[in-house]
């Protein structure tokens, strides 16, 4: 039984979020199967990352292989407390994750160009094979676009549901160690897949970064299913330490991305003092006409004054 998955980066054990989810899930019910790190589709025997193969069964999609560990019976039993209530907001949450917060990070990630060029290019490039590298940047960006167009969102709209989720996820886990109370299931995989690579990626443009890290329980969730259930090994731990130039081109997109926002708000205050200034003299100009015309039609005798005229006795 062997589970295919995208290669470990800058301390994530994979840098798929669906990969993430399966190899989480997996951990979560000490399933025993050979993890396999792919750096080409065609390493995997079916042509999808991730996948499970086990016997006379394959399978690409995380809420299948939830199910499948649900029948096996492991030591520990993946989901065995949830209520079948709690097993179908699984599925709920898979639904509104892809919705409201997968757009964001496709956006953020794949399309948003300081991003690209600081981390997600050299990420890929670190994890993908030569030359499939180069295809895979272009698929990845082209089908980031075509999630990002069917919302027909603006990217600060994608962000501000995406930061409404984040919420709504906070709110969901409150005081509690994992989603669904002291013990993980299906559904701290599926979320933990998605937001441990905002979690962990360094970026340049990181304003949703900053939000999610200024979860305080959802920091927590993060750090604590990372460090138990994936932790670094030694070999990311050698990684992280030649990540420095990567780091030095992140900080150095953050700058540009500063500087850009900058110059952005002081054209925007020059347009509103142009405005103000323009408004002003149109405002001038309408009075003195008004006045020149008025003082012309009493001169000419256009306009007539009336006169009071006072009763003698």
Known sequence: MSLYVSPSFYGLASVDSQSLQFLAAAQFCLYKVTVVHCRRKSDSPTGIIPSYVGENVQITDFLEFVDHLRRQHSEIQLDSDLSDKDKILVEGFDALLKTRLVPALEQLFWLDEFNYAAMASRMVSKTTAWPHYFFYLSKKRSEARKIVDRTGKMPEDLELD??????????????????????????????????????????????????LKALPNLAVFLETIGSIYSPVTDEDISDVKEFKKLMQEVDKAKKQVEKQKMEKRMKEREQQKQESTNNTNVIMFCIFSLTATILFGIHSGIIQLPTVEEDVD
């Open 162 to 211: 995406a930061i409404k989720t984040l919420n709504l996820l906070a709110s969901k886990l409150g005081a509690s160690k994992y989603f669904n109370g002291m013990k993980p299931s299906s559904l701290d995989a599926l979320i933990y897949g998605y937001l441990a690579p905002l979690y962990r990626l360094p970026m340049a443009n990181d304003r949703l970064k900053l939000q």
